[in-house]
């Protein structure tokens, strides 16, 4: 039994993609002018700027005239392809000194000029497939291009080439040759090009008529080392495989099948050419292998120098009828590497899997494999394919994670297993100590667990959806995890040997010096995402020479957007510019608090100092005894409302109260301590008391000058005076005071002072009659009271 006996194929459908069309010519890279699908007629004008490459493919062009290029002189690439040139003059190139790519494949044109290329000295690659030509011309064609390193020639039209059709050619070293419909060629016409080391062939027709005139092709193309690539052809029948004996014994190394129908018999007809032969890579691609019945084939030889197999996108229609190619088994034992690529393979028994026991490189990737079929391929764990190195099990149908099948795997260093859907991990997992590389990307993956290996070198845990990542792995030196949902820098303490680490688009917002600072090692970083936080300690590290020359961004700066602050959403970081305010803002929020706090003050002190807050309570209060209805005189309830300081009260109660209240005729005076509203607001009291009074009669000392309440009282009486303009006010003097002790805010009072005559309570016993009979006379109301 061998690796191909059990294998099961499904067709594969066909893709094609149609390119879009653009609006109009445009620079690209490179300086390439860029023209194509723009439905033009003639080649259009230079650009006013420098370009090495231009481009008018898929046009509308029919001739190239002489003066098309005259202002193309700097040009080195020109493509011309798919259009309907039929004519190119002959001084045409000739602006193109230094032209060193020249494409015009798919035209229609039917005879070829060696006039074209005398002066294009620099020319490299010239393709000439898909004209209508039937030969290439009188010979010679292509004798100044001694640098020409790639020809494509040939089409569908050619029948003929002749001997001296490539003299010139031999700098050689890519051909690419369409001859199906060649009916024929001179031998020796290829022999002395090249040394050609890719030889690209498509012989259909002459592989199906005649041959010999394939081997004869095969024989002057092939040589010592050259890879061969049979393209677009049918091989139905062991005969049509023959011929090509001679390019294995003519020194090929490497031969390839490409866009070829295959039946099962040619196959084996080619496979029993090896032996003896140098080839040692073996391919089919984009191909279908068509099971025809093998009808009593010999088994292969035991050995062969192949040492690669490749079968990628491989369609066979009828795969339930694979036979089991037990007889290749010793053909393959030798095979080091094997690559069975989108080819919808779901099983490789055990049996299989111990013939290929040179096997180093395995790619089984983008087929149908699943859990269990990948186990047995695996022998369940038992050390099959030994020298194993690489393993590509990517994009299958595997649903979880065992570790187990290749523990015993000594020589494994690399294990892809993307692409498939595990959703889950492990806790713990047992893997080759060998283990370098691991790739879980794109398995749907929630979290990373002790699962991993601490001997891996490179992890790539790309396009999950992890959360965190905290996993130590002490050798770690590359580290892929963009395309997940995490929000912070692992701890690099974690990977003190991790020199590169990949972690753009994920939900990082911000990362610094500080937290970069734990990677020790750390020299590459790629973290671009639309989810950064700008604030300014971000941007100025983005720009530090730090972040330059200490940790290498791998990725553009411009890739790192913003996401806050709103003016900076969606801006590149390397364009944010952030006002002194955002990018200190605790600090301008302290000043500008300070600065509030200090004006606050500043306008506390100024009000104190210039007695706002009294004018303010003063107009309030004038404006509510404005509000108020006069009293008339026979409607005030006392003769005088005493204002005077506690300090003093021993005074008034001892001598002013007696006095007036007990004298003939009594006057009724008004003190706060009797006859204050007990609970109402003390400036309600002193308003009121002063309101029903008839006068205010003020005990002045220097225990008034400093009591707060009495200066209330003085205040409203001094608005009485400033609005009324009358003689409400008696000052008593019971010590003498400095006028200007008193405030001056009380100007009104002041002048009062100034200006009228006030009681000054005597030191001399004898003049206190006086005082008191003065005292009455100010207070007394007059006997009749107007209204």
């Given at each position: 039994?061998?690796?191909?006996?059990?294998?099961?194929?499904?067709?594969?459908?066909?893709?094609?993609?149609?390119?879009?069309s653009g609006p109009r010519c445009h620079i690209r890279e490179k300086s390439l002018w860029d023209c194509s699908r723009q439905n033009l007629s003639k080649i259009p004008a230079a650009p006013s700027e420098h370009v090495a490459g231009l481009d008018v493919s898929r046009n509308r062009l029919e001739t190239i005239a002489k003066e098309d290029f005259l202002a193309y002189a700097s040009l080195r690439?020109?493509?011309?392809?798919?259009?309907?040139?039929?004519?190119?003059?002959?001084?045409?190139?000739?602006?193109?000194?230094?032209?060193?790519?020249?494409?015009?494949?798919?035209?229609?044109?039917?005879?070829?000029?060696?006039?074209?290329?005398?002066?294009?000295?620099?020319?490299?690659?010239?393709?000439?497939?898909?004209?209508?030509?039937?030969?290439?011309?009188?010979?010679?064609?292509?004798?100044?291009?001694d640098k020409l390193k790639t020809l494509h020639f040939g089409g569908p039209h050619l029948v003929s080439v002749g001997r001296s059709d490539f003299s010139g050619l031999s700098g050689l070293r890519e051909l690419f040759f369409d001859g199906t419909n060649l009916q024929n060629y001179a031998e020796g016409s290829l022999r002395h090009v090249g040394p050609v080391s890719h030889v690209t062939l498509a012989l259909n027709g002459p592989c199906e008529r005649d041959q010999a005139l394939v081997e004869v092709v095969l024989s002057d193309a092939v040589r010592p080392n050259t890879t061969l690539t049979v393209?677009?052809?049918?091989?139905?029948?062991?005969?049509?495989?023959?011929?090509?004996?001679?390019?294995?014994?003519?020194?090929?190394?490497?031969?390839?099948?490409?866009?070829?129908?295959?039946?099962?018999?040619?196959?084996?007809?080619?496979?029993?050419?090896?032996?003896?032969?140098?080839?040692?890579?073996?391919?089919?691609e984009d191909s279908r292998f068509l099971l025809y019945p093998l009808g009593g084939i010999a088994p292969a030889p035991?050995?062969?120098?192949?040492?690669?197999?490749?079968?990628?996108?491989?369609d066979v229609p009828q795969f339930y009828n694979f036979p089991a190619l037990?007889?290749?088994?010793?053909?393959?034992?030798?095979?080091?590497?094997?690559?069975?690529?989108?080819?919808?393979?779901?099983?490789?028994?055990?049996?299989?899997?111990?013939?290929?026991?040179?096997?180093?490189?395995?790619?089984?990737?983008?087929?149908?494999?699943?859990d269990i079929a990948l186990s047995q391929m695996m022998c369940g764990g038992k050390g099959v394919l030994p020298r194993l190195r690489t393993l590509n099990v990517s994009r299958n149908h595997l649903r979880s994670i065992n570790s187990r099948i290749f523990a015993e795997l000594g020589r494994l260093t690399s294990i892809d297993l993307s692409g498939n859907a595990f959703g889950d991990m492990p806790e713990t997992c047992d893997w080759p100590p060998s283990l370098r590389f691991l790739n879980l990307s794109a398995t749907h993956l929630t979290r990373a667990t002790a699962c991993l290996p601490g001997s891996l070198h490179i992890l790539d845990l790309s396009d999950n959806e992890l959360t965190v990542f905290h996993i130590g792995l002490p050798v770690l030196t590359e580290l892929y995890i963009s395309g997940n949902k995490i929000s912070m820098l692992p701890d690099g303490g974690l990977y003190p040997r991790l020199v590169s680490i990949s972690i753009q688009s994920n939900n990082l917002q911000t990362f610094s010096r500080r937290s970069l600072s734990d990677y020790v090692a750390l020299r590459r970083l790629e973290a671009a995402a639309e989810t950064f936080v700008c604030s300014c300690d971000f941007v100025a590290f983005m720009a530090s020479d730090w972040a330059k020359r200490r940790v290498r961004l791998g990725d553009e700066v411009k890739s790192y957007?913003?996401?806050?602050?709103?003016?900076?959403?969606?801006?590149?970081?390397?364009?944010?510019?952030?006002?002194?305010?955002?990018?200190?803002a605790v600090l301008s929020l302290s000043l500008l608090c300070s600065g509030v706090a200090a004006a606050l003050l500043l306008t506390a002190g100024l009000c104190h100092r210039f007695s706002v807050v009294w004018y303010a309570e003063m107009t309030w209060a004038w404006l509510s005894a404005k509000r108020k209805p006069k009293l008339r005189r026979g409607e005030l309830e006392y003769d005088a409302f005493v204002s005077f300081s506690e300090m003093d009260s021993g005074w008034v109660e001892a001598h002013l109260v007696p006095e007036l209240e007990q004298s003939e005729p009594p006057l009724r005076l008004c003190l706060h301590k009797r006859d204050f509203v007990?609970?109402?607001?003390?400036?309600?009291?002193?308003?009121?008391?002063i309101e029903r009074s008839h006068k205010t009669l003020f005990v002045l000392s220097q225990h008034f000058v400093r009591s707060e309440w009495c200066k209330y009282e003085l205040d409203y009486t001094?608005?009485?005076?400033?609005?009324?303009?009358?003689?409400?006010?008696?000052?008593?003097?019971?010590?003498?005071?400095?006028?200007?002790?008193?405030?001056?805010?009380?100007?009104?009072?002041?002048?009062?002072?100034?200006?009228?005559?006030y009681l000054e309570w005597p030191d001399d016993d004898s003049q206190i009659a006086g005082f008191w009979q003065s005292l009455r006379a100010a207070i007394k109301r007059p006997v009749t009271d107007g209204s």
């Open positions: 039994m061998n690796i191909l006996a059990f294998i099961v194929f499904v067709p594969l459908p066909v893709h094609r993609s149609f390119p879009l690439s020109l493509t011309v392809a798919n259009n309907k040139i039929e004519t190119i003059q002959e001084q045409a190139f000739v602006p193109l000194a230094n032209l060193e790519k020249l494409d015009l494949s798919v035209n229609s044109l039917a005879t070829l000029s060696a006039g074209w290329f005398k002066n294009l000295l620099s020319l490299r690659y010239l393709n000439l497939w898909g004209n209508k030509y039937e030969t290439l011309g009188e010979g010679n064609l292509f004798q100044p291009l393209t677009d052809t049918l091989l139905y029948t062991k005969s049509q495989a023959l011929p090509f004996k001679v390019a294995y014994d003519g020194g090929a190394t490497g031969f390839i099948f490409k866009k070829v129908t295959m039946t099962s018999a040619a196959c084996m007809a080619f496979l029993h050419l090896l032996p003896g032969s140098g080839i040692t890579t073996l391919t089919l035991d050995t062969g120098p192949l040492e690669a197999l490749v079968l990628k996108n491989v037990y007889f290749l088994s010793p053909l393959l034992r030798a095979v080091r590497r094997a690559s069975v690529v989108n080819c919808k393979v779901y099983a490789i028994p055990c049996e299989s899997s111990a013939d290929l026991s040179g096997l180093e490189y395995l790619d089984i990737s983008d087929n149908s494999f699943s957007v913003c996401e806050s602050p709103d003016a900076a959403r969606g801006t590149s970081v390397a364009d944010v510019r952030l006002s002194a305010f955002e990018c200190h007990p609970g109402a607001w003390i400036l309600d009291n002193i308003m009121g008391a001094h608005f009485r005076l400033f609005d009324q303009n009358d003689d409400t006010v008696v000052l008593i003097l019971l010590e003498p005071i400095d006028k200007r002790a008193v405030p001056k805010k009380f100007c009104r009072l002041r002048r009062v002072m100034h200006s009228r005559t």
